[in-house]
């Protein structure tokens, strides 16, 4: 689970459930006509920002290959799509977790039942024996790394061992939120797949199936029209409550470097101790604010970079609080000063 997924985003259809994909045409080509060259790199980097279907692009991907284990069979090289039936056993299994074949490291919970802030080295050594093992399944053996953002620095050397001499029939699918920090070593060995943010229109249609809703229905068109590109920002915001939060802290974003006490305490409140939908909004928010300056830097970019740098550096540190704020449910004001604290400091 992702540091800004809420509860509200848990009751959706989790991507290895989602047979469908919207948008990303494009890379779901690349992947298909890589696989049925015979040559498929074995490890795959999918980049991008968050929520936007690289997960279920993975899923949908080690679906396909664990259906399809012969790359030059007829019915991959007709194939025009990744579509696997849901019907398919291969589907369901992957659907219910329970594929000998797939393998995915994400954060889980601790001893005392509290999401971990990343993946640790001992979850990921389980590819060796996943990768090592004879007796589960024979073919193809997938494992996606949802995200590689998350592995600790054990964790990441632990697989970048992996990666290195890879076994045969093997693929890993990376999903990264911020490919630019990767380490380096693990980028160089694998294929670059960046996507997009979705339409307008593919962000309704995706939300609206995961959350059985309907195409047409108001709330979720606003939603849409909110998220940039992203269904999990669109699932987010569904509310009116969360869409008048995004304005809100978008117009305290707005007044910056300035800053206003009395609206930052309104703020807090309005977020609640434990209201995880509201917090994911508003990081949500800060994350969009926070991306659209990295992307758009002043004329002149050398007087710019010491800025950027800045801004980067406190995005990073605003990312941990908030993983720590909802794993420990720790109160959400002082959480709401220290972004804005550190964002007016980056700002001047």
Same mark, same amino acid.
């Given at each position: 689970?992702?540091?800004?997924?809420?509860?509200?985003?848990?009751t959706?259809?989790?991507?290895r459930? @989602?047979?469908d $994909?919207?948008?990303?045409?494009?890379?779901?080509a690349?992947?298909?006509?890589?696989?049925?060259?015979?040559?498929?790199a074995h490890?795959?980097?999918?980049g991008?920002?968050?929520?936007?279907?690289k997960?279920?692009?993975?899923?949908?991907?080690?679906?396909?290959?664990? &259906?399809?284990?012969?790359p030059?069979?007829?019915?991959?090289?007709? &194939?025009?799509?990744?579509?696997?039936d849901? /019907?398919?056993?291969?589907?369901r299994?992957?659907?219910a977790?329970?594929?000998?074949?797939?393998?995915?490291?994400?954060?889980?919970?601790? /001893?005392?039942?509290?999401?971990r802030?990343?993946?640790?080295?001992?979850? @990921?050594?389980?590819?060796?024996?996943?990768?090592?093992?004879?007796?589960?399944?024979?073919?193809?053996?997938?494992?996606i790394?949802d995200?590689?953002?998350?592995?600790?620095?054990?964790?990441?050397?632990?697989? $970048?061992?992996?990666?290195?001499?890879?076994p045969?029939?093997?693929l890993?699918?990376?999903?990264?939120?911020?490919?630019?920090r990767?380490?380096?070593?693990? $980028?160089?060995?694998?294929?670059?797949?960046?996507?997009r943010?979705?339409?307008?229109? /593919?962000?309704?249609?995706?939300? &609206?199936?995961?959350?059985?809703?309907?195409g047409?229905?108001p709330?979720?068109?606003?939603?849409?029209?909110?998220?940039?590109?992203?269904?999990?920002r669109? $699932?987010?915001?569904?509310?009116?409550d969360?869409?008048?939060?995004q304005?809100?802290?978008?117009?305290?974003?707005a007044?910056?470097?300035?800053?206003?006490?009395?609206?930052?305490?309104?703020?807090?409140?309005?977020l609640?101790?434990? /209201?995880r939908?509201?917090?994911?909004?508003f990081?949500?928010?800060?994350?969009?604010?926070?991306?659209?300056?990295?992307?758009?830097?002043?004329?002149?970019?050398?007087?710019?970079?010491?800025?950027?740098?800045?801004?980067?550096?406190?995005?990073?540190?605003?990312?941990?609080?908030?993983?720590?704020?909802?794993?420990?449910?720790?109160?959400?004001?002082?959480?709401?000063?220290?972004?804005?604290?550190?964002?007016?400091?980056?700002?001047?």
């Amino acid at each position: 689970m992702s540091p800004r997924q809420t509860e509200a985003e848990t009751t959706v259809a989790h991507p290895r459930e @989602t047979t469908d $994909l919207f948008g990303h045409r494009e890379a779901e080509a690349a992947l298909l006509n890589a696989y049925r060259s015979g040559r498929i790199a074995h490890a795959w980097l999918l980049g991008g920002a968050q929520g936007i279907g690289k997960a279920t692009l993975a899923y949908r991907m080690a679906r396909f290959v664990l &259906a399809h284990r012969d790359p030059l069979a007829g019915q991959v090289q007709r &194939a025009t799509t990744l579509q696997v039936d849901a /019907d398919d056993p291969v589907a369901r299994q992957v659907a219910a977790g329970a594929h000998g074949g797939l393998l995915t490291l994400e954060r889980s919970l601790n /001893d005392k039942g509290v999401m971990r802030t990343v993946i640790t080295v001992d979850e @990921t050594r389980e590819t060796i024996s996943f990768f090592g093992s004879t007796a589960a399944v024979e073919g193809w053996r997938v494992c996606i790394v949802d995200t590689v953002d998350e592995l600790n620095p054990n964790a990441a050397n632990a697989l $970048l061992k992996i990666l290195e001499e890879p076994p045969q029939q093997s693929l890993f699918l990376l999903i990264s939120h911020a490919p630019a920090r990767v380490l380096p070593t693990i $980028l160089s060995r694998c294929r670059k797949l960046a996507l997009r943010p979705l339409s307008e229109a /593919d962000v309704v249609g995706a939300a &609206a199936q995961a959350a059985r809703l309907s195409g047409d229905d108001p709330a979720l068109v606003e939603a849409a029209g909110a998220a940039e590109g992203s269904v999990a920002r669109a $699932l987010t915001l569904l509310g009116g409550d969360n869409l008048k939060l995004q304005q809100r802290t978008a117009a305290l974003l707005a007044s910056l470097p300035r800053v206003d006490p009395r609206e930052l305490h309104a703020l807090g409140d309005s977020l609640g101790l434990s /209201d995880r939908v509201a917090l994911g909004a508003f990081v949500d928010s800060i994350e969009a604010w926070v991306a659209e300056r990295l992307r758009a830097p002043d004329l002149d970019a050398n007087a710019s970079l010491p800025r950027l740098a800045r801004l980067a550096e406190v995005w990073e540190k605003i990312a941990r609080a908030a993983r720590d704020t909802q794993d420990y449910n720790l109160e959400r004001k002082p959480f709401v000063f220290s972004v804005f604290g550190m964002l007016a400091e980056a700002t001047r």
